[in-house]
């Protein structure tokens, strides 16, 4: 393994057909050369069924494991056709039907009439939650199309908790439901529905049963043997959302909101048929208990079953494993706000803390371009198995735009991109998953049926016009991710994953929600905070540093250790445990899934946080690290609004990582997530400290000394990220380059604008070439090239004579030179001038130092323009209400502007 590639972008590779050997090995060099570190074969929904895993499919595998060996590349293996790790493209059930997804479900019923008959029914059994991959996606699932129902097993009756044995029993099955019709004698509790309790089959399915040890052993059998055979250097397997069915039915009752998958075996494991009962029933103390104890159980028994055998055979190979099971949060706070119309306890989709026990390595995912939970709960989770960092799976849905989730974003800018994958290393991620490479033929075939393969959650990076650039980011990122490395990240607040409650009550949890209230407001208040899940409680595990625990909404705790341990915490001095409910209530009972017989005897020791006082809250616990580290605020800089109605979110990130105590030393990295420069505000120290910074672009470090007493401030360009050795006690002089020294922390110096300075809007005189056309046409700089007539492939040439746009002269103090300031583009720009390179701009904002033997008025201005393959992939597609485009090209005018030489790093003695 090249360790370096643990800290470099990678990325699926889709394949929606077989290619041929030049044809990957045209994505190999086109992967390296733009900075990747590994790659991960997918097979897609548009792949023939009769090509995947094939003798021809496996030999190509091969081919791509040696050509990346050669490259550098690191290899992971994908273990599906599609996704829903387990049924091997439909090879885990052929010919093994017992292995199929097999459910329970439940109705109740009330007699029929007054001859005792109770007649129950299950029917219009559906799963809406894959209905929008289309006809293509029901022949994913189902080997006819259709889902077929049979097997049906009357598993038991329950009334109140009692279980009842029918004297007459008529079944009377079909594919898409069944009918149940019993007598039953007369009991003492003969008052109140009763709930039947029925499983089946679905015949013809391609998914699985998760419960089955048998089902986890054929598929490494039949898919990860194969494929670790011509992929022996492989780093790892990588599973993908292992789930089944997500089914619904017209009669489904209570606070479940799906079937469950049905073994017999879970009676041998301590599950009751009041248990199950209790999957019908809603909000009493004693259904909620049962609930919380069957998804324990239930959970714990699909985990070791699945996760278990393909942890076991991956170790006894040497080989690692990692992927993601379900997680319901993707693109928002909540558990339960990303996936919408599932409840993922019925699948590994719930405990995460218990999934991340099978991995050798964390993954998480993340949907779309905004801040969210994943990687912070991921980095979590790692930690709380003795690992740290996580791989992030970043994909791309429609949703965010307002169109199709399948459509996705071929109008992903890289500043888009590369602000969220910043954002995601400083949350706690080592490397970015990109979803995804293209084979570069998708283009010309033909869509079958409703999908179209260039449709497939786009975009396809590598057949992004400015993917050319992409080697500046993965750079950047390699070299932020590999700072980050070292260290434990410095943060006093721990938010309690709710398992036990999300586990007894609904599927919208009020804990739920509160958790995502809390997530959600500590990191627009600057606030870090770790996930802490309940067995960390009972073990003590709480790292050091904490000294607030929350509990958002929590009704139920499983483990009467829990409680104990949270009341030895809150009487700890200086800590503190805060408590919320929904509304206007402060604290939300707590309940114990043991009996404890009396009060748990935590009054004492919380407090309640009202919910809308919760972002108030996340302020004041944020201000002792802002006096730490912090930017200046959005709105005004160098200072923190004082009203609570103006604090604005961070629009930044800061992660601060102490590294060791003796010597002692700190790192320190920080985000600028908005289009305006920003200064970075260290606390005073007590002692000297030495201070080194790194920029990714251009790639340096700066060095200076910081006296006790006085606080240093730095700025940081608009969208730009630094990173910071921190040494305290250490008294060492400044360097701004390499052998170049000076005592005085005012001689650190950059260019930097300055007030009053020349400058000069270059408004006339420019042109356009599209690459594709190479003919120069008159152009406007302040309007998007659509508007224009211009930029459908993506790519060209703005190009401008400046002797003809003014003709004031430059200053002659050797401390001043010209830099061409772009306000917006959408897109990459390389700046050139007369043919000499100048720097190439990811962000939506660009700077470009003009070489030092410029004068102006002189020269010919190129910047060549890399934008986005929306215009190609997007023309056949209407766009549809509210759908938000992403502009191309130049949106405001660029200018030319002297700066000078001026302190980077300044000093104010502190109040």
Same mark, same amino acid.
């Given at each position: ?39 991960? #074969? ?7 069924? @009769?090509?995947?895993?094939? *003798? ?12 990346? !060996? ?23 059930? !052929? ?76 079944? %009377? ?68 959302? *292992? ?36 999957? &019908? %029933? ?30 076991? +055979?991956? &170790? ?93 974003? +071929? ?76 260290? %434990?990240?410095?943060? $006093? ?38 996930? #802490? ?22 009704? +139920? ?63 004041? /616990? ?8 912090? /930017? ?14 103006? !604090? ?7 992660? +601060? ?37 790194? %920029? ?138 007369? @043919? ?41 597609? $209407? ?7 992403? !502009? ?12 000078? /030489? ?10």
């Amino acid at each position: 393994m090249n360790t370096d590639n643990q800290f470099r972008p990678a990325a699926f590779w889709f394949w929606h057909y077989l290619p041929e050997e030049i044809e990957c090995l045209e994505v190999l060099q086109s992967a390296r050369r733009a900075g990747l570190g590994c790659v991960l #074969i997918q097979a897609r929904l548009s792949m023939p069924w @009769d090509d995947y895993l094939t *003798p021809t499919y496996l030999a190509r595998c091969a081919y791509v494991g040696e050509q990346a !060996k050669d490259l550098g590349l690191s290899v992971e293996i994908y273990d599906e056709y599609n996704w829903m790790s387990g049924h091997g493209g439909g090879a885990t059930v !052929k010919g093994a039907d017992h292995l199929r997804e097999r459910h329970l479900f439940w109705c109740k019923g009330r007699s029929a009439s007054d001859n005792g008959r109770y007649v129950f029914t299950i029917s219009s059994i559906h799963s809406s939650f894959l209905d929008f991959l289309g006809p293509e996606g029901a022949l994913w699932c189902n080997e006819q199309g259709v889902a077929r129902w049979g097997d049906w097993q009357v598993q038991g009756f329950v009334r109140n908790g009692e279980v009842l044995a029918p004297y007459e029993l008529i079944v %009377e099955p079909g594919e898409n439901g069944c009918t149940v019709s019993a007598r039953f004698e007369k009991t003492v509790s003969d008052e109140g529905e009763i709930t039947l309790l029925l499983s089946a089959r679905s015949f013809g399915s391609r998914l699985v049963n998760y419960l089955l040890p048998e089902m986890a052993e054929r598929f490494v059998e039949k898919v990860y043997g194969p494929l670790l055979d011509v992929l022996p250097s492989a780093d790892g397997f990588f599973f993908d959302h *292992p789930y089944a069915g997500f089914q619904d039915w017209t009669e489904r009752c209570g606070f479940v909101g799906n079937s469950v998958l049905w073994d017999e075996d879970l009676f041998a494991r301590g599950i009751t048929l009041q248990h199950l009962a209790a999957l &019908a %029933e809603e909000d009493d103390e004693k259904s909620s208990r049962l609930r919380l104890e069957f998804f324990r159980i239930y959970s714990s028994c699909m985990h070791e079953a699945f996760f278990g055998t393909l942890s076991r +055979w991956c &170790a006894e190979r040497g080989v690692g494993l990692s992927g993601h099971e379900l997680l319901p949060h993707v693109g928002a706070w909540s558990p339960r706000k990303g996936l919408g119309g599932i409840d993922p306890r019925v699948m590994p989709g719930t405990d995460h803390f218990a999934v991340d026990r099978y991995r050798t390595a964390t993954t998480v995912d993340a949907a779309d371009y905004v801040p969210q939970l994943s990687v912070i709960l991921g980095d979590s989770v790692a930690r709380a198995n003795g690992r740290s960092r996580c791989t992030v799976e970043q994909y791309s849905t429609g949703r965010e735009v307002g169109r199709a989730s399948l459509l996705g974003q +071929w109008d992903l800018t890289p500043a888009r991109l590369r602000t969220q994958s910043l954002r995601h290393l400083l949350c706690g991620a080592r490397r970015i998953l990109l979803h995804a490479l293209y084979l570069p033929g998708v283009v010309k075939r033909t869509p079958s049926g409703m999908f179209d393969p260039v449709q497939d959650f786009p975009p396809g990076f590598n057949l992004q016009p400015w993917w050319e650039h992409m080697d500046v980011l993965s750079n950047e990122l390699f070299e932020v991710s590999k700072f980050l490395e070292e260290g %434990e990240p410095v943060r $006093s607040v721990a938010l309690l994953y709710p398992l036990a409650d999300l586990w007894a009550g609904p599927v919208d949890a009020t804990s739920a929600h509160l958790f995502g209230a809390w997530a959600q407001a500590l990191d627009e208040a600057g606030c870090p905070f770790v996930i #802490i899940d309940e067995s960390q409680l009972v073990r003590g595990e709480i790292e050091a540093g904490i000294t607030t625990v929350i509990l958002p909404g929590v009704g +139920w705790l499983e483990h009467a250790a829990s409680f104990a341990a949270l009341q030895a915490f809150g009487e700890q001095k200086g800590h503190e445990i805060l408590a919320s409910a929904v509304g206007g209530a402060a604290l939300v009972p707590l309940c114990g899934a043991e009996p404890s017989g009396g009060s748990w005897g935590l009054e004492n020791v919380l407090r309640g946080v009202k919910e809308d006082a919760i972002a108030e809250e996340a302020w004041r /616990l944020a201000a002792g690290l802002r006096n730490v580290a912090r /930017l200046s605020s959005p709105d005004q800089l160098g200072t923190i609004p004082s009203d609570p109605a103006q !604090k604005l979110p961070l629009s930044g990130r800061i992660a +601060w990582h102490h590294v060791s105590d003796s010597p002692p030393r700190d790192r320190l990295a920080v985000q600028n997530e908005i289009g305006q420069w920003r200064e970075l505000i260290l606390g005073a120290s007590e002692k000297p400290r030495h201070l080194r910074g790194w %920029e990714a672009a251009p790639a340096k470090w700066v060095q200076s000394a910081a006296e006790r007493a006085w606080r240093s401030w730095g700025t940081i360009p608009a969208g730009e990220a630094v990173a910071i050795r921190v040494r305290p006690h250490e008294m060492l002089c400044l360097e701004w380059e390499e052998g170049v020294a000076s005592g005085a922390l005012e001689d650190v110096l950059e260019w930097m604008p300055f007030p009053q300075g020349p400058m000069i809007q270059l408004t006339d005189g420019w042109q356009f070439a599209e690459d594709a056309l190479n003919v120069w046409q008159p152009v406007t700089p302040t309007l998007p090239l659509e508007e224009q007539g211009m930029g459908a492939d993506g790519s060209g040439i703005y190009q401008v004579d400046l002797s003809s746009v003014g003709n004031e002269s430059a200053s002659a103090d050797v401390s001043c030179r010209w830099h061409l300031v772009i306000p917006k583009v959408r897109g990459t720009l390389e700046c050139r001038i007369d @043919d000499v390179p100048c720097g190439v701009s990811l962000t939506d904002q660009a700077v470009f130092p003009c070489p030092k033997e410029f004068s102006f008025p002189s020269g010919v201005l190129q910047l060549i323009w890399r934008g986005t393959a929306a215009n190609r992939f997007y023309k056949d597609h $209407s766009p549809v209400a509210g759908e938000r485009r992403e !502009k191309s090209g130049l949106m405001g005018v660029p200018r030319l502007e002297l700066w000078r /030489l001026q302190p980077r790093v300044r000093r104010i003695k502190a109040a």
